[in-house]
């Protein structure tokens, strides 16, 4: 016999009719929209609504094309004619309904954003921060507190082993190979029929024990680590890895400086203060983290980063700004990298202190200046990964083209050398992504930190300018940036590469 839910719950104990309740809630709740892209997080203002109600309109529209166009193909397919005529009906039906339903939803959260904007403006005005649930008080000691102490391997140990699990029939395996040469192999200890992933993840953490800034006048540590430069240079493009394989060697090959090119995709130790871990490092380190542990680990970098910087801003000058920024720009790369963290510094000083102003005019105004310079990275960083594709597909060409013709040889080399250039400008527009987003955030968290007093956050905002205004000073200390070193490097051994002198 089916009973009604309201006779379960008379007949149930009193706690087991709640669990019951709960639990059809949740039955409930999981029949949302929300795996369409519909809804999402508390709507906190009319301007938030406002978006929903496109985005949810545009999501609904498409998923109603989508129905129109795929219901009567898959009808088709599986019950012929009659199928077909199904699913016309049913993708007519969902190509009305769907765009309706996503209107309907983008309403209601403009509504919900309506309702909730005095108490958006309350609340900023107070200067509180949302944290996920509610209105409050940011207050960094406290965060740290929390987070910084957590071994996120622990908190996620069953999210780890879960997705390890998943991948492991999903991964192709390399079949054990005969090659010429196993001196790369060796150096790297790894196998000939290790994975890319695992070929990173040996060459990070041997590189690391390596370098050289951890191994001051240890000639034989340093030549070790270019050979791992090298070894992992090779092994990890599959053209020259390829024919290592089979001849035990490669072709002339302009190899980029280890300490550098280390740098440019792991980042480097003199900046960790700073900057923290480079999410491109924290995935060396295991392919199989989770998500929700990648986002935990980059929360902790970005309140360890606000930590450093708080610290930092006690006690900095003019004098000492200029000391530490002359240190970390010692190199092209360290003084491009500088220059990235001097501009957010610089930035989000004068945000603040243009927030506190007359009606914040100038601080909206710089915001929405740091808004269009964050969509203009990320679209040089799409342009990038379409070159260095555009790059390799060259260079796989002209080393078969070369196997039949040695004359071709030369051009071979030349665009590998491109090739190889090219992935580095893509690196360094991941590093700038990686390391702008986090110290952004690190700084959001220093001059809203309720810990110490409105007096106290508007002196962070004058030295971080102070700061901000030093790094910015040793960006072109060098007479060449990086990129133009490393053309250089390239055309010294004779191999022009055509290199793009806007990166």
């Given at each position: ?21 709960r ?15 519909l809804?999402g ?12 109600l ?40 969902g ?65 780890r ?10 991964r192709?395996e ?6 010429k ?91 960790d ?13 295991d ?6 542990e990648?986002?935990?680990r ?7 980063c ?51 102003k ?50 071709l ?6 665009k590998h ?29 220093v ?42 490097q ?14």
């Amino acid at each position: 016999q089916v009973w009604p839910a309201s006779c379960k719950a008379r007949t149930m104990p009193a706690e087991e009719a709640r669990t019951e309740a709960r639990t059809e809630a949740g039955t409930e709740e999981s029949l949302d929209l929300s795996a369409l892209g519909l809804g999402g997080p508390p709507v906190r203002h009319i301007g938030h609504g406002a978006l929903r109600l496109v985005k949810n309109t545009a999501v609904g529209v498409a998923c109603g094309v989508g129905t129109i166009i795929a219901a009567p193909i898959i009808g088709a397919k599986e019950g012929g004619a009659t199928g077909f005529a199904q699913g016309m009906v049913n993708g007519i039906c969902g190509g009305i309904a769907l765009p309706l339903i996503g209107v309907a939803t983008g309403l209601k959260d403009l509504c919900e954003g309506v309702a909730a904007t005095p108490a958006f403006v309350e609340a900023t005005s107070a200067g509180k921060e949302w944290d996920g649930e509610k209105w409050a008080f940011y207050d960094l000691t406290k965060e740290g507190a929390e987070i910084l102490e957590k071994d996120p391997a622990e908190e996620f140990a069953a999210a780890r082993q879960k997705l390890k699990d998943e991948r492991a029939g999903q991964r192709e395996e390399r079949t054990e190979a005969q090659v010429k040469n196993r001196e790369y192999y060796d150096l790297l200890q790894v196998e000939p029929h290790a994975s890319d992933g695992q070929i990173k993840k040996a060459y990070y953490k041997l590189a690391l024990r390596l370098h050289p800034d951890k191994n001051p006048g240890d000639a034989r540590a340093a030549e070790k680590f270019q050979k791992l430069g090298e070894a992992y240079q090779v092994l990890s493009n599959p053209t020259l890895r390829a024919q290592y394989d089979k001849q035990g060697s490669v072709d002339e090959v302009s190899f980029v400086d280890s300490s550098t090119f280390f740098a440019m995709v792991f980042g480097s130790e003199q900046f960790d203060e700073l900057v923290g871990q480079l999410k491109l490092s924290t995935y060396a380190q295991d392919e199989d983290m989770p998500s929700e542990e990648l986002a935990f680990r980059q929360r902790q970098r970005e309140v360890k980063c606000a930590t450093n910087l708080a610290r930092l801003l006690e006690t900095v000058t003019a004098d000492s700004a200029a000391r530490l920024a002359t240190t970390l720009s010692a190199t092209p790369f360290g003084a491009e990298l500088v220059g990235v963290c001097g501009y957010v510094y610089e930035l989000a000083g004068y945000k603040h202190l243009g927030r506190n102003k007359a009606l914040g005019i100038e601080g909206h105004f710089l915001s929405l200046k740091q808004k269009a310079h964050i969509a203009g990275t990320k679209l040089e960083t799409v342009r990038d990964f379409a070159r260095v594709a555009l790059k390799s597909q060259q260079a796989s060409s002209a080393e078969k083209k070369a196997a039949d013709d040695q004359n071709l040889k030369v051009l071979a080399e030349a665009k590998h050398s491109e090739a190889m250039l090219s992935f580095l400008e893509v690196m360094w527009r991941i590093t700038v992504v990686d390391v702008e987003s986090t110290l952004r955030a690190a700084c959001h968290k220093v001059l809203y930190d309720h810990a110490v007093s409105h007096e106290a956050r508007l002196k962070r905002a004058r030295d971080l300018v102070v700061l901000g205004e030093a790094f910015l000073a040793c960006k072109n200390k060098h007479p060449l940036t990086w990129q133009q070193s490393l053309k250089q490097q390239f055309a010294d051994t004779g191999r022009n590469a055509s290199f793009s002198e806007d990166a």
